[in-house]
């Protein structure tokens, strides 16, 4: 993940050129990992319910 994340800064820093896109992309990506963790979380609190 950590890793992924480095070589995409790498390919921003790569493209200094065309800012707005890689801005646009970089939220994308920001955005992908933040529903995934919103649905992590879900996942954890319905676990948690079924122990507790």
């Known amino acids: 993940?950590?890793?992924r994340?480095?070589?995409v800064?790498?390919?921003t820093?790569?493209?200094v050129i065309m800012p707005p896109y890689?801005?646009?992309y970089f939220n994308k990506i920001m955005f992908k990992?933040?529903?995934e963790f919103k649905n992590i979380q879900i996942?954890?609190?319905k676990y948690y319910n079924l122990i507790m």
């Open 43 to 45: 996942l954890i609190e």
């Open 22 to 24: 890689i801005y646009l």
């Open 13 to 15: 820093f790569s493209n």
């Open 9 to 11: 800064g790498a390919l």
């Open 33 to 35: 990992i933040f529903v």
């Open 1 to 3: 993940m950590v890793k």
């Open 5 to 7: 994340l480095r070589s």
